[in-house]
């Protein structure tokens, strides 16, 4: 089944420092793949997506991800966290018009 | 940008009663809407999928006679959770595809939190 996952349950960075939240995916085809963040209590925002073309992207709030696909991964980073970047982040794949989620990382950035 | 509201944005109800929650593309107009659960600090579950003017898509494991949803136009569907139970007690996200935008493109609703006693 088409699917992602994200192995690290949190990641902790301090502020300033670059961040990595990693996916790995397991798709059939060419992927088409999400990252989105969740602040408490709220729902999505849509930080970037993987369709085609140049395998690196870069999306909202200064955020950039990697498509490898010999790795099947698709990590997302950032050059320089802030503490305000601390969220729920998930990884996404696009199947059969829908999108599935992976389990989310919890990122927290410390001062 | 492409908004999606929900209401109410959170709501406590007795055991046996019904809730009904909104999920609007304020914007935009929307022929495919997806329902998602989420429990705390944990990852989105697709319910159904929602299609205006047709019956609703669930997914595997999800009581569509439990789960009512109505798509009755290119802006709103509906989730009414019948009978409630505590067990139902979630975080209920609602998203919308732009129809006249990319078929990628999704944009997800802010979440009702329920909570039944």
């Known amino acids: 089944a088409q699917s992602v996952a994200q192995p690290e349950d949190q990641v902790n960075v301090a502020e300033g420092n670059p961040l990595t939240v990693k996916c790995t995916y397991s798709?059939?085809?060419?992927?088409?793949l999400f990252w989105y963040v969740q602040y408490p209590n709220r729902g999505l925002q849509f930080l970037l997506k993987?369709?085609?073309?140049?395998?690196l992207v870069k999306g909202s709030y200064g955020f950039e991800a990697e498509f490898n696909k010999s790795q099947t991964s698709f990590h997302l980073k950032k050059p320089s966290a802030l503490v305000s970047d601390s969220a729920l982040y998930f990884c996404?794949?696009?199947?059969?018009?829908?999108?599935?989620f992976g389990q989310g990382t919890e990122l927290s950035v410390k001062p | 940008g492409a908004v999606v509201s929900q209401h109410p944005s959170w709501v406590i109800c007795k055991s046996g009663t019904s809730v009904k929650i909104e999920c609007r593309s304020l914007?935009?107009?929307?022929?495919?809407m997806f329902w998602y659960r989420q429990f705390p600090k944990q990852s989105l579950m697709l319910m159904a999928t929602?299609?205006?003017?047709?019956?609703?898509?669930?997914e595997q494991g999800v009581e569509k006679d439990k789960f009512l949803i109505n798509h009755a136009s290119l802006t709103l569907s509906t989730l009414t959770v019948t009978s409630a139970h505590p067990e139902d007690s979630s975080f209920y996200i609602c998203?919308?595809?732009?129809?006249?935008?990319?078929?990628?493109?999704?944009?997800f609703g802010p979440g009702t939190r329920l909570t039944v006693t």
């Open positions: 993987y369709i085609t073309g140049d395998n």
């Open positions: 798709v059939s085809g060419n992927p088409y």
């Open positions: 914007d935009f107009q929307a022929t495919t």
């Open positions: 929602s299609n205006e003017g047709s019956k609703a898509t669930y």
């Open positions: 996404a794949v696009r199947r059969g018009g829908k999108l599935i």
């Open positions: 998203s919308a595809r732009d129809h006249g935008g990319t078929s990628y493109e999704q944009y």
